[in-house]
């Protein structure tokens, strides 16, 4: 296991760095989602599950050494074939250790057939004081496909007494051809961590999506963001979240927080707003969210 605070070594010494690739691979066989999925290294499907009956996959997605250090490389590839629904998650938080000076860094890339639907649903990244972590997701859709997901990402352990005051976090979210966003937050960086223009001293900040292959009816559109809306209403987190579409098939929510459960917990709640909005689904939530 990468240790908090250090870089896993060789019996000899030598700095040891994790590269696990996982490919997913959603095909339609009747009523049911099938999938078959392929790993390289510490990286792997813990369960599949079908809790909503045989057509749609749930997937938990597991990193056995229990964080990330300099050097890591995680590579997902996901592809849903037509007509496909898969749920991914991940049973607890993605962890960036401190590193020595390389970079450890995930990249996924979901590509959808026409028809398919997806959700990205990982729980919280932590970026631990003196990480130096990228994290990249990339989305294809076809004709069709629907997609929604999330990022969160939690800056040090505050409240431990792990401020994030040195490192630096990057972040490259992309629908393909359609909307794509490129962020650095660098530990030294105060006047995007602590100015009101910036995350005003907040340090979990989460960005959710809905993402269409083609542009949304202005109706249908509309009524996701009004659906969100109504749950940030009565949210605890009101004052630091907002919900806009910046192009006609994609949907977003941000949000600023003091912690991970408020936010998580507003995202799960639009999550089920949108399920049931858009598709006519119950929320039903993965089962390792319960555990």
Request: proline share 7%; hydrophobic share 45%; net charge neutral.
């Amino acid at each position: 296991m990468s240790p908090p605070g250090g870089t896993a070594r060789s019996a000899q010494g030598a700095p040891v760095s994790w590269h696990g690739r996982l490919a997913l691979h959603y095909t339609r066989d009747g009523d049911r989602t099938t999938a078959l999925d392929r790993h390289h290294g510490p990286l792997r499907v813990l369960q599949r599950l079908y809790p909503e009956g045989p057509g749609i996959c749930h997937h938990v997605l597991v990193h056995p050494p229990g964080g990330m250090v300099g050097g890591d490389e995680l590579e997902i590839d996901v592809k849903l074939d037509a007509a496909t629904h898969a749920l991914v998650t991940t049973p607890g938080a993605t962890r960036y250790y401190r590193s020595t000076g390389a970079l450890a860094s995930q990249r996924a890339l979901l590509q959808l057939s026409a028809g398919a639907r997806l959700e990205w649903l990982p729980l919280e990244t932590i970026a631990y004081r003196g990480c130096r972590a990228g994290n990249s997701v990339r989305l294809q859709l076809a004709p069709q496909a629907e997609a929604m997901g999330w990022e969160v990402l939690a800056l040090g352990l505050p409240a431990a007494g792990e401020p994030f005051d040195a490192g630096s976090y990057s972040q490259h979210l992309e629908v393909a051809g359609v909307w794509q966003e490129r962020a650095l937050i660098a530990a030294e960086d105060r006047r995007l961590l602590d100015s009101p223009l910036g995350l005003a001293g907040h340090r979990v900040l989460a960005t959710m999506w809905w993402a269409g292959g083609e542009a949304l009816a202005p109706a249908r559109r509309q009524a996701l963001l009004d659906s969100a809306r109504e749950v940030l209403a009565t949210s605890p987190l009101q004052r630091s979240a907002g919900v806009t579409s910046p192009q006609p098939g994609v949907v977003l929510l941000r949000l600023l927080a003091d912690s991970v459960e408020p936010a998580l917990q507003c995202l799960m709640a639009v999550r089920a707003a949108w399920r049931r909005e858009a598709w006519g689904l119950a929320a039903e939530p993965p089962r390792i969210w319960r555990m």
